[in-house]
């Protein structure tokens, strides 16, 4: 078992693991285990702090927990987390990002391709459209409002981790 929360980004179609072994990237196809949490807390990098979504998994096997980062208006996490809504149970999850075919690398176009499966079976998107992003321009430049957006996920996320309690206590008790 690490003892550290492992860090993850999806990064060309694979899991991207920088925290392990100084120097050396490690790359992972998936990431399954419990889902521990989900939240949103700041990262810190050499250009500032920015606000990052978290969900935390615990391998079943050997106990390590998972993190993978995403930033706050990533589109791939909120396919995540439109497909966690659906699950009716918490204790496997599996993430996989998709691959192109072909070999070919991860695509933009492509950012919210992901599988989330439960128990082996895969999870289809809660049908839910969430609020626009509103658009507003500053002089010259278009900026962005994801504030109605993220309160709609936040609360996604809140039944999800109840659900997921709820779960856990029944599975144990």
């Known amino acids: 078992m690490w003892r550290e929360k492992i860090l993850l980004k999806i990064e060309g179609g694979s899991f991207l693991c920088k925290s392990i072994y100084e120097g050396e990237t490690l790359l992972f196809n998936n990431v399954d285990g419990r889902l521990n949490d989900i939240y949103a807390d700041y990262r810190y990098f050499k250009t500032g702090r920015f606000m990052y979504w978290h969900i935390e998994l615990i391998d079943n096997e050997n106990g390590n927990t998972y993190v993978i980062c995403f930033p706050y208006t990533s589109a791939m996490f909120q396919s995540i987390i439109l497909r966690l809504a659906t699950a009716t149970s918490f204790e496997n999850i599996q993430i996989t990002p998709y691959q192109d075919k072909g070999g070919k690398d991860y695509q933009r176009r492509e950012h919210s391709k992901v ?34 957006r993220i309160a709609s996920i936040a609360k996604i996320i809140d039944t999800i981790l109840r659900q997921a309690k709820n779960a856990s206590t029944r599975a144990r008790g």
Do not use: H, W
């Open 115 to 148: 599988k989330v499966s439960a128990d082996g079976v895969e999870l289809q998107m809660l049908p839910f459209k969430l609020p626009k992003i509103d658009c507003f321009r500053v002089g010259t430049q278009v900026r962005k409002n994801y504030t109605q």
